[in-house]
């Protein structure tokens, strides 16, 4: 399979070949040699992957902003470049009418709670943030609306998927 990855402003070309293995691929960055890849899901946005003998941690991080991957203390901000995933993105956000949620893209801790209820926004306006990895994170308003549910408080914890709010 090959597809294409938007990876600080440079378009990449990364072909994929699944091997006997469930878990493992043949990996090629811009027609470079392939190095194999074991790859596990631990937990929903978190991946255990081998490369060359050494084991990694993935925490994936999805948020209005884009599509990012935290690995050994560093942030990648990527953008898979395929019309299939826009459309899918597209069908499951909807449009701009009805309440949207504000979802932890990763377990974490509530470092700061930005908006409270009733509160307007506006789209991409900070409502809560959480610290995981020992990075913080601020996730934003899909929307410009009302606040009309916040689920979560400063201190607390949160789960990968968890609604933390809700803007109409």
């Known amino acids: 399979m090959m597809i294409q990855l938007e990876v600080d402003g440079k378009l990449r070309r990364i072909a994929l070949t699944r091997t006997e293995s469930t878990n493992a691929y043949q ?3 811009d027609d470079g040699p392939e190095i194999l890849i074991d790859a596990e899901q631990l937990q929903p946005g978190v991946l255990s992957m081998q490369i060359g003998g050494k084991t990694y ?3 994936l991080e999805g948020s209005p902003e884009g ?3 935290h690995l050994q203390g560093r942030r990648v901000q990527y953008r898979v470049d395929d019309p299939r995933s826009l459309k899918s993105r597209r069908q499951r956000q909807g ?3 009805g309440p949207k949620k504000v979802t932890a893209p990763m377990p974490g801790r509530v470092v700061r709670v930005l908006a409270k209820v009733g509160d307007m ?3 991409h306006q900070g409502i809560v943030v959480i610290e995981a ?3 913080q994170n601020e996730l934003k308003s899909p929307k410009a609306g009302k ?7 400063q201190g607390g914890t949160v789960s990968a998927g968890e609604v933390l709010a809700i803007v109409e």
């Open 121 to 123: 926004v506006e789209a």
């Open 95 to 97: 449009g701009a009418d």
């Open 67 to 69: 599509t990012a991957v």
């Open 133 to 135: 990895m020992k990075m």
């Open 57 to 59: 941690r993935c925490v």
């Open 27 to 29: 990996v090629s960055v």
């Open 147 to 153: 606040v009309v549910q916040v689920r979560v408080e």
